[in-house]
C-alpha cells in the first residue's frame, strides 16, 4: 500500500464531522469568521502543467491515473458521456463562478463538445463543439437519433446530423431544472436498466417511446449532483455531505399507490463520511467551524460530494466490481466505498480506515464526476480551478481565503483522467456503432457494464426486427445471467416481450436475480394472464425474486393475482420493504386484498393495518391545496415558488422531508405553533435532534444542523414571510399567515 499519513481523530471530533452538516449559506461579506487552521501556513496552490498534476497523486497500490484529455481540449468539465464509436463527449460549464462574486455567470459560453483519439495512444487529440452558446449547460444523454441536454430551466433534445452537425432543438421539459441556484438544479440523466432515465435533485424520468416523441414520470426524489446505477438497475446517489446512497427498490416502485406513500426501500446510507485528505483544506466553506479540520487544516469528512459511480468494469480486479466511488472536490480526492446487501437491503462500507482510494496535493484538483468507460476503467472529471464554491454559499471566511491566495484566477481550464488497473492487461475499448443485431445482442453478454447498457440503448432505440429472435435466445440463456436480465429488459422496452420468453428465461434462469428481472417485467408482457401463470411458477424464488413478486403481482389482473401476492408475503414474513411493496402496487384494489387476508387470518408484517386505513380513506375528495384567499393566497403562490428555490433541497417538494437531510414540515407542530419561534428558526437556524409529531429525528437519520437564512442577501424579510405562510398552509397544514413586520421583529428580539 501507498504510505498515508495518519490522521489523529478524536470522538468529539467525530461528534461534528460535516457528515452531518447541510450547505452552509453565504452571508454579506462582513462576519468574523476566525481561522481554524492558520492561512499562512497553507502551502501554495499554483496552476500545475497536467503532467506535472499527475505527480501530484497518490492512489491506491495496482492502479495508476493517465490523463485523457485536458485544456484547451477541454474547459471546465461536469459530465461526460461515450458514444458507441468511443467518443468522449464532454459537458462544458464555462459559465461557472467566473470570479468570486460570480459576475456574468449567466453568459451563454457552455458547450458540449466531441472528444476523440485519432491516433490510438489513449489520449484525445480533437475536440470540436457539437452545442454551443449555452447557459449553464449540465447533463447530457446520448439517444439513437441524437442528444439530450439540460440548459436550465429547459431539457431539450437535438438531433444529430450528418458531420456531427445539431439540428434544431425541441424543448422535451420547460420545468427540468427550474428554481433554486446552480448547486441546486436537476442533473443527471442516466440511463437504467427499465428503460427510463433519471436525475438527481429530482422527482422526474424520460424515456423516449418508439414514435420519437418523450414520456415524462415521476419518481422518488433523490440526490443532490450525479446519479449513477449498479447492474440489477438500482440507483445510487448523494448529498453533499453524505457520500454514497443507494436505493434497495428499484425506481418509482413505491410511489406508484397515489394513497401510500414509503420510503423504505430508498435512501439507505452506505458506509461513513470520514475522508483522509493528503493536504491542509482550510480554503472551504464553512472552514471556520471548530471540527470541520483537524489538527493539519484537512477536511474530516464531505461536504462537497459529487457525481458517484458504481464501478462496473471488467478492468479492475473482481472484488472491485459493485464498488462505489465518489469524488470529493473540496479535499481533491476520490473516495471507494464497498457496496454490500443485507438480504434485500442495500448498505456497505468504506474500503479503508485510514486512506483514501485516490489523493491529490493539488488544491486545484477539483473531481465532479466519476464514469465507467468502453474499455472497463473508470473515468474522472476534473473542473481544475481555485473557486468550487456557487456564489449563493461563499461565506467570508472563504472569500477571504480565494482573494488572499489567487484562487480565483486562472479559469477555463479541466482535466479528464482514466484510472487503469496495472494487474490487467491493457485495456481495449469495445465499439458498438457498426455492430449488426445479432452482435449488439451479443454484446449484450459483455462482462463490461458500460458495453451491455449501450447495446441495450441501441437495440431498444432501433427496434429492429431481426434483434426479436437473438434476444428470445438470449433470455432463455443460463449461461449468461447479466445477459438474460438486459435482454429480457431490451425486449421490454421494445414492446416485444412474449409469455414464451418469460417462461423460458424463468426455467433457465442461473440466479435469483434473473427470476427477479422476469416478475419486474411481467407486467409489460403482452399478455398479463400468462405471465401470471409464470410468476405462481418460479422455481424457488430466492429474497430477491420474492421482493419483486411482491411489488408486481398487484399490477396483474385477476384474483389470482392477489392470492400470489397473500402467498409471496406470508414467505416474506415481517419484511416491511415486501410488505410496503404490495401495497404500492395494489392501486385501487386495497379493499379486496384486505378482505383476503382477512378471511386467511394472517397478517403479514402488519399489513392490514395500512390497508385498512387506505379502504377508509378511499374515495374522499382530495384537499385543496390551501384554505387560504385573497392577499393571502397571492402571499402563499410567491412562497411555494421561493420554497422550490431554496427549501425544497432539504425538506423535499412535498413537505414530507428528506433523508438523511431534514424531518418533514407536513403536520409539524414547530411550522404550525408559534410564528415568531418559526421565525427565529429560519432567521437563525436550529442544531441538535428533533423531535416532530412524536417522532424524534437524530443524527444520522437527518443533518443536525438548519442553517439560518437570516444572513442570505438574496432573502429578505417579506421572501422570509412569504416562504413561511407557505409553509404554514401546505399540504394540509392550516395556520395563519406571517408577516414581513414579524420577521422584522424576530430580527430585533434575536440581535
Same mark, same amino acid.
Given at each position: 500500500?501507498?504510505?498515508?499519513?495518519?490522521?489523529?481523530?478524536?470522538?468529539?471530533?467525530?461528534?461534528?464531522?460535516?457528515?452531518?452538516?447541510?450547505?452552509?449559506?453565504?452571508?454579506?461579506?462582513?462576519?468574523?469568521?476566525? %481561522?481554524?487552521?492558520?492561512?499562512?501556513?497553507?502551502?501554495?496552490?499554483?496552476?500545475?502543467?497536467?503532467?506535472?498534476?499527475?505527480?501530484s497523486f497518490q492512489i491506491e497500490d495496482g492502479f495508476r491515473i493517465e490523463l485523457v484529455a485536458a485544456e484547451p481540449l477541454v474547459e471546465d468539465p461536469v459530465?461526460?458521456?461515450?458514444?458507441?464509436?468511443?467518443?468522449?463527449?464532454?459537458?462544458?460549464?464555462?459559465?461557472?463562478?467566473?470570479?468570486?462574486?460570480?459576475?456574468?455567470?449567466?453568459?451563454?459560453?457552455?458547450?458540449?463538445?466531441?472528444?476523440?483519439?485519432?491516433?490510438?495512444?489513449?489520449?484525445?487529440?480533437?475536440?470540436?463543439?457539437?452545442?454551443?452558446?449555452?447557459?449553464?449547460?449540465?447533463?447530457?444523454?446520448?439517444?439513437?437519433?441524437?442528444?439530450?441536454?439540460?440548459?436550465?430551466?429547459?431539457?431539450?433534445?437535438?438531433?444529430?446530423?450528418?458531420? #456531427?452537425?445539431?439540428?434544431?432543438?425541441?424543448?422535451?421539459d420547460k420545468d427540468y431544472a427550474k428554481g433554486g441556484n446552480v448547486e441546486h438544479k436537476a442533473n443527471g440523466l442516466v440511463p437504467a436498466l427499465d428503460n427510463?432515465?433519471?436525475?438527481?435533485?429530482?422527482?422526474?424520468?424520460?424515456?423516449?417511446?418508439?414514435? /420519437?416523441?418523450?414520456?415524462?414520470?415521476?419518481?422518488?426524489?433523490?440526490?443532490?449532483?450525479?446519479?449513477?446505477?449498479?447492474?440489477? /438497475?438500482?440507483?445510487?446517489?448523494?448529498?453533499?455531505?453524505?457520500?454514497?446512497?443507494? #436505493?434497495?427498490?428499484?425506481?418509482?416502485?413505491?410511489?406508484?399507490?397515489?394513497?401510500?406513500?414509503?420510503?423504505?426501500?430508498?435512501?439507505?446510507?452506505?458506509?461513513?463520511?470520514?475522508?483522509?485528505?493528503?493536504?491542509?483544506?482550510?480554503?472551504?466553506?464553512?472552514?471556520?467551524?471548530?471540527?470541520?479540520?483537524?489538527?493539519?487544516?484537512?477536511?474530516?469528512?464531505?461536504?462537497?460530494?459529487?457525481?458517484?459511480?458504481?464501478?462496473?468494469?471488467?478492468?479492475?480486479?473482481?472484488?472491485?466490481?459493485?464498488?462505489?466511488?465518489?469524488?470529493?472536490?473540496?479535499?481533491?480526492?476520490?473516495?471507494?466505498?464497498?457496496?454490500?446487501?443485507?438480504?434485500?437491503?442495500?448498505?456497505?462500507?468504506?474500503?479503508?480506515?485510514?486512506?483514501?482510494?485516490?489523493?491529490?496535493?493539488?488544491?486545484?484538483?477539483?473531481?465532479?464526476?466519476?464514469?465507467?468507460?468502453? %474499455?472497463?476503467?473508470?473515468?474522472?472529471?476534473?473542473?481544475?480551478?481555485?473557486?468550487?464554491?456557487?456564489?449563493?454559499?461563499?461565506?467570508?471566511?472563504?472569500?477571504?481565503?480565494?482573494?488572499?491566495?489567487?484562487?480565483?484566477?486562472?479559469?477555463?481550464?479541466?482535466?479528464?483522467?482514466?484510472?487503469?488497473?496495472?494487474?490487467?492487461?491493457?485495456?481495449?475499448? %469495445?465499439?458498438?456503432?457498426?455492430?449488426?443485431?445479432?452482435?449488439?445482442?451479443?454484446?449484450?453478454?459483455?462482462?463490461?457494464?458500460?458495453?451491455?447498457?449501450?447495446?441495450?440503448?441501441?437495440?431498444?432505440?432501433?427496434?429492429?426486427?431481426?434483434?426479436?429472435?437473438?434476444?428470445?435466445?438470449?433470455?432463455?440463456?443460463?449461461?449468461?445471467?447479466?445477459?438474460?436480465?438486459?435482454?429480457?429488459?431490451?425486449?421490454?422496452?421494445?414492446?416485444?416481450?412474449?409469455?414464451?420468453?418469460?417462461?423460458?428465461?424463468?426455467?433457465?434462469?442461473?440466479?435469483?436475480?434473473?427470476?427477479?428481472?422476469?416478475?419486474?417485467?411481467?407486467?409489460?408482457?403482452?399478455?398479463?394472464?400468462?405471465?401470471?401463470?409464470?410468476?405462481?411458477?418460479?422455481?424457488?424464488?430466492?429474497?430477491?425474486?420474492?421482493?419483486?413478486?411482491?411489488?408486481?403481482?398487484?399490477?396483474?389482473?385477476?384474483?389470482?393475482?392477489?392470492?400470489?401476492?397473500?402467498?409471496?408475503?406470508?414467505?416474506?414474513?415481517?419484511?416491511?420493504?415486501?410488505?410496503?411493496?404490495?401495497?404500492?402496487?395494489?392501486?385501487?384494489?386495497?379493499?379486496?386484498?384486505?378482505?383476503?387476508?382477512?378471511?386467511?387470518?394472517?397478517?403479514?408484517?402488519?399489513?392490514?393495518?395500512?390497508?385498512?386505513?387506505?379502504?377508509?380513506?378511499?374515495?374522499?375528495?382530495?384537499?385543496?391545496?390551501?384554505?387560504?384567499?385573497?392577499?393571502?393566497?397571492?402571499?402563499?403562490?410567491?412562497?411555494?415558488?421561493?420554497?422550490?428555490?431554496?427549501?425544497?433541497?432539504?425538506?423535499?417538494?412535498?413537505?414530507?422531508?428528506?433523508?438523511?437531510?431534514?424531518?418533514?414540515?407536513?403536520?409539524?407542530?414547530?411550522?404550525?405553533? %408559534?410564528?415568531?419561534?418559526?421565525?427565529?428558526?429560519?432567521?437563525?437556524?436550529?442544531?441538535?435532534?428533533?423531535?416532530?409529531?412524536?417522532?424524534?429525528?437524530?443524527?444520522?437519520?437527518?443533518?443536525?444542523?438548519?442553517?439560518?437564512?437570516?444572513?442570505?442577501?438574496?432573502?429578505?424579510?417579506?421572501?422570509?414571510?412569504?416562504?413561511?405562510?407557505?409553509?404554514?398552509?401546505?399540504?394540509?397544514?392550516?395556520?395563519?399567515?406571517?408577516?414581513?413586520?414579524?420577521?422584522?421583529?424576530?430580527?430585533?428580539?434575536?440581535?
Open positions: 500500500m501507498p504510505s498515508y499519513p495518519t490522521l489523529p481523530f478524536a470522538l468529539a471530533a467525530a461528534l461534528l464531522l460535516p457528515a452531518a452538516a447541510p450547505a452552509q449559506r453565504g452571508d454579506r461579506g462582513d462576519k468574523d469568521q476566525p %481561522d481554524q487552521f492558520p492561512i499562512d501556513q497553507m502551502p501554495p496552490a499554483p496552476v500545475l502543467p497536467p503532467e506535472q498534476a499527475l505527480e459530465a461526460i458521456r461515450f458514444d458507441a464509436d468511443g467518443r468522449l463527449w464532454a459537458v462544458e460549464l464555462r459559465g461557472y463562478m467566473p470570479d468570486v462574486d460570480g459576475n456574468n455567470e449567466d453568459a451563454p459560453v457552455g458547450r458540449v463538445v466531441i472528444l476523440e483519439d485519432t491516433d490510438g495512444d489513449g489520449r484525445m487529440d480533437t475536440s470540436k463543439p457539437f452545442l454551443d452558446g449555452l447557459n449553464q449547460v449540465r447533463a447530457i444523454a446520448l439517444t439513437e437519433t441524437g442528444v439530450l441536454y439540460c440548459e436550465p430551466p429547459g431539457l431539450y433534445h437535438v438531433e444529430r446530423l450528418p458531420g #456531427d452537425r445539431a439540428g434544431d432543438p425541441v424543448l422535451i427510463w432515465l433519471y436525475n438527481a435533485k429530482s422527482d422526474r424520468r424520460y424515456r423516449q417511446l418508439a414514435d /420519437g416523441s418523450w414520456e415524462h414520470g415521476r419518481t422518488e426524489g433523490r440526490g443532490q449532483w450525479g446519479i449513477c446505477q449498479d447492474d440489477y /438497475g438500482r440507483l445510487f446517489y448523494n448529498s453533499n455531505s453524505s457520500g454514497l446512497r443507494g #436505493d434497495s427498490a428499484p425506481p418509482s416502485l413505491l410511489m406508484r399507490n397515489p394513497n401510500y406513500k414509503s420510503k423504505e426501500g430508498t435512501n439507505h446510507g452506505i458506509g461513513s463520511n470520514r475522508i483522509f485528505s493528503i493536504r491542509p483544506n482550510a480554503g472551504i466553506n464553512r472552514g471556520y467551524n471548530p471540527g470541520m479540520l483537524d489538527e493539519q487544516g484537512r477536511l474530516r469528512g464531505f461536504t462537497g460530494a459529487s457525481g458517484p459511480c458504481i464501478y462496473r468494469g471488467d478492468q479492475f480486479p473482481a472484488e472491485f466490481r459493485g464498488n462505489g466511488f465518489t469524488p470529493e472536490p473540496c479535499a481533491n480526492l476520490v473516495k471507494r466505498f464497498i457496496v454490500e446487501e443485507d438480504g434485500t437491503r442495500v448498505g456497505g462500507r468504506d474500503a479503508y480506515d485510514d486512506r483514501d482510494f485516490l489523493a491529490s496535493t493539488d488544491e486545484r484538483f477539483r473531481p465532479v464526476a466519476i464514469e465507467n468507460g468502453p %474499455d472497463g476503467c473508470l473515468y474522472v472529471v476534473d473542473m481544475y480551478r481555485g473557486i468550487i464554491q456557487h456564489k449563493t454559499y461563499v461565506t467570508s471566511y472563504l472569500r477571504r481565503h480565494i482573494l488572499d491566495r489567487g484562487l480565483d484566477k486562472p479559469i477555463g481550464l479541466g482535466r479528464i483522467y482514466r484510472i487503469v488497473s496495472t494487474r490487467s492487461q491493457k485495456p481495449t475499448p %469495445d465499439r458498438l456503432d457498426r455492430l449488426d443485431p445479432a452482435e449488439l445482442v451479443a454484446a449484450l453478454r459483455s462482462p463490461n457494464g458500460w458495453t451491455r447498457d449501450t447495446a441495450q440503448r441501441l437495440l431498444v432505440g432501433r427496434r429492429t426486427p431481426e434483434s426479436i429472435a437473438p434476444l428470445e435466445s438470449l433470455a432463455g440463456d443460463r449461461s449468461s445471467p447479466l445477459g438474460q436480465v438486459h435482454a429480457l429488459w431490451t425486449l421490454a422496452g421494445m414492446g416485444e416481450l412474449k409469455p414464451s420468453t418469460l417462461s423460458a428465461a424463468a426455467s433457465a434462469a442461473g440466479s435469483d436475480r434473473v427470476l427477479a428481472a422476469v416478475a419486474h417485467v411481467a407486467p409489460e408482457c403482452a399478455n398479463p394472464v400468462a405471465a401470471l401463470t409464470v410468476l405462481e411458477n418460479l422455481p424457488e424464488p430466492g429474497p430477491h425474486a420474492s421482493l419483486a413478486v411482491a411489488f408486481r403481482a398487484g399490477e396483474l389482473p385477476g384474483g389470482r393475482a392477489l392470492e400470489l401476492l397473500a402467498d409471496t408475503l406470508e414467505d416474506t414474513g415481517d419484511d416491511r420493504l415486501a410488505r410496503d411493496a404490495a401495497l404500492s402496487g395494489l392501486g385501487g384494489r386495497e379493499a379486496a386484498f384486505l378482505a383476503l387476508l382477512e378471511g386467511r387470518g394472517i397478517d403479514p408484517a402488519g399489513i392490514r393495518k395500512p390497508l385498512a386505513e387506505i379502504v377508509a380513506k378511499t374515495g374522499t375528495a382530495d384537499a385543496a391545496e390551501t384554505h387560504l384567499e385573497g392577499d393571502a393566497f397571492v402571499q402563499f403562490e410567491r412562497g411555494k415558488e421561493l420554497y422550490a428555490q431554496t427549501c425544497f433541497a432539504c425538506h423535499g417538494p412535498d413537505g414530507e422531508g428528506l433523508v438523511p437531510l431534514a424531518p418533514p414540515l407536513v403536520a409539524s407542530e414547530w411550522v404550525t405553533g %408559534d410564528p415568531e419561534r418559526l421565525a427565529h428558526i429560519v432567521l437563525n437556524g436550529l442544531t441538535g435532534p428533533i423531535e416532530v409529531g412524536g417522532k424524534l429525528y437524530a443524527p444520522p437519520d437527518i443533518q443536525p444542523i438548519m442553517p439560518g437564512l437570516g444572513a442570505a442577501p438574496e432573502y429578505g424579510d417579506p421572501e422570509l414571510a412569504d416562504i413561511l405562510t407557505y409553509v404554514r398552509n401546505a399540504w394540509g397544514n392550516q395556520a395563519s399567515t406571517v408577516a414581513t413586520k414579524d420577521i422584522e421583529n424576530a430580527r430585533k428580539t434575536a440581535k
